[in-house]
Every structure is written in C-alpha cells, then in structure tokens.
C-alpha cells in the first residue's frame, strides 16, 4: 500500500525559478490537500480539491496554484519561487467527509535561495 | 478567524513521568478534534474525538474533548524516549477542511 506518495522529497531553487510539486494517492479518496509546515505555525492549508474538477483555496493560497489532474493526482506549482515560500510541503487526502482525518505523504522539503 | 492553539509549545520531561498535551479551538462548524504524532516526517494519526466521543484510549495515550470548554488535551503516561515528537491537535470544520495547531514538541530524556 502506498498510500500518498509526494515527489520530489527534497529540493532547492532560486528565486524566481518555477516548478511543480506532485502528489498521487492509490486509496479512491475524493480530496486531497495542500499544507506547508513552518516552524513554530503548525500546518497550514494552502489550497484543496473537495473532488475531482474543482478546487479551492486555503489559508495561505498567494504564489501557488494547483491542478487536480485525476482523481488520484493533485499537483502543485510554484510560478515564481521566492524566500518566504521555503517550507516543508505536505500533500493529503482524505473520503469525502473527511471526518477520519487525513492520510499524508512524507513531505517535500524545499528551499528556495 | 478559526483558530487552534496548542499549549505548551515544547515540553522536556524524563522518562516515566506522566505529560497532558492541550489544545484549545475557536472554529466555525466543529465537526471532529484530532491528534497527530509527528517524528521525523509526515504526522500520523492518533485519535479523533467528536460529540459521540469525547474520551479515546489507546495503551499509555488517552484523550479528552470538552465540548463545553472548546477544548481538548492529550495524556501520555509513562513516557518511553520512543514518545519524543511533534503532537499536532486538528479541528474538522463544516467541509473536509482541518485546521491545526501549532504543535508540542515533546522531549523525552532518558
């Protein structure tokens, strides 16, 4: 079972440089998410797909955007890396109601000099 | 503003001693409380409480909501250095969206 898998798990960029965070989940849930992890803020949303064709944004939405590709994958992309986008990257997913929580990946970790 | 607080924020104690977590929650919605672990990557889940289920035990955790008081805290007895990680306390609100913590991180010295 490999539950979440994230892609890459680590990475540095530039400022200004652009890529894409990729996720993919094998367990038939209807929603994924987004979250980053800074030190001493806990996780925070950055932008969710409730199902598969819409997405929508989270608490901090401003220099990402997203694709729900399938309903297995949901990317997310960095168009213009800058500084304060260093963080640690989850992606989850979780059955429709979400009321079980959520299963994470393991993490991209990405620095952005 | 929803809003999740986790107190305290870092906590050193020595192995055996017995430690309780807090989290406190102002959401719109509540629908469930949730307790994370987190060691060296992605958090795993502990136990989630709702209005059917305020108390959850699993071996030397246990958890308590307190509806009333909008509040949750998470006990460790007997703690292993194995117990040394980041807890994360999340809130469901309305939609599939969890709202979390900043987290505890617990140190447990030999």
């Known amino acids: 079972n490999a539950g979440v898998t994230q892609t890459p798990k680590f990475q540095v960029l530039k400022t200004g440089q652009s890529m894409t965070l990729q996720c993919a989940q094998d367990?038939?849930?209807?929603?994924m998410y987004w979250y980053r992890q800074d030190p001493g803020m806990g996780l925070r949303l950055i932008y969710y797909?409730?199902?598969?064709?819409?997405?929508d944004k989270g608490e901090v939405p401003n220099g990402y955007n997203v694709s729900r590709l399938n309903k297995r994958e949901f990317s997310l992309r960095l168009e213009s890396a800058a500084p304060s986008q260093t963080s640690v990257y989850f992606c989850?997913?979780?059955?429709?109601?979400?009321?079980?929580?959520?299963?994470f990946g393991s993490g991209t970790r990405l620095t952005v000099v | 503003e929803d809003k999740v607080v986790q107190s305290p924020l870092s906590l050193v104690v020595h192995e055996g001693d017995t430690v309780t977590l807090n989290c406190s929650y102002e959401?719109?919605?509540?629908?469930?409380l949730l307790w994370y672990k987190q060691e060296k990557k992605a958090p795993t889940f502990l136990f989630m409480l709702t209005s059917s289920g305020i108390e959850k035990k699993s071996g030397r955790l246990s958890s308590i909501l307190d509806k009333k008081e909008l509040s949750s805290i998470l006990n460790i007895t007997a703690t292993q250095t194995g117990d040394s990680a980041i807890y994360l306390c999340a809130v469901g609100q309305g939609a599939q969206k969890l709202v979390f913590g900043q987290g505890t991180r617990l140190t447990i010295n030999p």
């Open positions: 989850a997913s979780s059955e429709t109601t979400g009321l079980y929580g959520y299963t």
């Open positions: 959401v719109t919605n509540f629908r469930s």
């Open positions: 367990m038939n849930h209807n929603s």
């Open positions: 797909s409730a199902s598969e064709g819409t997405t």
